[in-house]
């Protein structure tokens, strides 16, 4: 939100303004100038290309653990995905049954050419506060790590959180959350395994 403000505010003084000074810079900076700026961080980079993989419907089975070494809790939902903003970010809505209640979520991802970092938010509805996230690719485009602090509505306080997608292949991947357990430990709190239904 902070980045969209700064984006259309600087989309209209380049589009609008005189030329103005920059800030930290003696000299002034032209319209022209002020358009390459912003569109260094505006348009898709080879980074964005990762985000294609998650585009179609996907079958979901879920584990989820309450706590370490218990039995976990299993369900199955489904996931479909598209790219929009022409491939700047890929939008994923889910939908599956959790403690025998209709579950929604909706997820947005992209690549921040401004922090050089993939950045997620999730919200659902079961919960009323946004889940953000900030993640990196590994070289081989095999392992995308994300981490966060969340709230933590158990405790109060917010939690550190991990999540690991792992792709088996293009149309498998692996997706599991650690969460801190009662011992300061990192335990899995959650493991799907995707499966790409075959387009239609």
Not at 64 to 73: A, F, K
Not at 124 to 142: E, H, I, R
């Amino acid at each position: 939100m902070k980045f969209m403000r700064f984006s259309f505010a600087l989309l209209l003084v380049a589009c609008f303004a005189a030329p103005v000074a920059v800030q930290g810079q003696d000299k002034a900076m032209t319209q022209e100038q002020m358009m390459e700026q912003m569109m260094k961080y505006a348009n898709p980079v080879k980074e964005h290309a990762y985000l294609k993989k998650y585009v179609g419907t996907w079958e979901a089975e879920m584990k989820m653990w309450s706590q370490p070494g218990t039995e976990p809790t299993t369900g199955r939902g489904v996931m479909k995905a598209e790219t929009i903003f022409d491939g700047r970010y890929v939008k994923c809505d889910f939908e599956a049954t959790m403690m025998n209640m209709p579950f929604r979520g909706l997820q947005i991802t992209g690549y921040d050419l401004f922090q050089k970092k993939y950045s997620a938010v999730w919200i659902d509805n079961m919960s009323t506060y946004f889940s953000p996230t900030t993640g990196t690719l590994d070289p081989a485009g095999k392992i995308f790590t994300e981490t966060a602090v969340w709230p933590d509505p158990m405790t109060g306080g917010t939690s550190q959180v991990k999540m690991v997608t792992t792709w088996l292949s293009d149309t498998k991947y692996r997706f599991e959350m650690f969460m801190v357990g009662p011992d300061g430990k990192d335990f899995k709190s959650m493991e799907m395994l995707y499966t790409k239904r075959p387009a239609m």
